[in-house]
């Protein structure tokens, strides 16, 4: 059950920060697609990473389940993305920049969760 918690949790993630990333590249480029909204949805999309990688660390600590160290590395990888876009966010010199620096940090949150769930299949 948690493995499927686990798989489910990976697609939120991919696509809601897919969808994010998309949305806030567009909107450096074009101010008309910025809502206030936009900002609200960075809340669950990055929320997700950290119940994915509480899933993941619940899944792991079962007898019989076997870690991989680079699974472990992009996990984490992803949480400290959160952690570094949220640390820039009102950063003077990012200022006009700002919507750039989310859809990319969410575009690159997007491609770990992607490369993690293929990790081992392929």
């Known amino acids: 059950m948690?493995?499927?918690?686990?798989?489910?949790c990976a697609w939120v993630v991919i696509i809601s920060n897919g969808l994010l990333g998309l949305w806030f590249v567009a909107s450096q480029r074009r101010p008309s697609v910025r809502t206030t909204w936009m900002w609200w949805s960075v809340?669950?999309?990055?929320?997700?990473?950290?119940?994915?990688?509480?899933?993941?660390?619940?899944?792991?600590s079962q007898p019989g389940i076997v870690l991989d160290d680079m699974h472990a590395l992009y996990g984490f990888s992803a949480i400290v993305a959160v952690g570094i876009l949220y640390s820039y966010r009102s950063s003077p010199f990012i200022r006009d920049r700002q919507y750039m620096l989310y859809g990319l940090g969410s575009l690159f949150i997007m491609g770990l969760g992607i490369r993690n769930l293929y990790l081992g299949h392929g």
């Open 43 to 60: 809340i669950p999309a990055q929320l997700a990473v950290f119940v994915q990688a509480i899933v993941g660390a619940s899944l792991a």
């Open 2 to 8: 948690l493995r499927d918690i686990h798989q489910t």
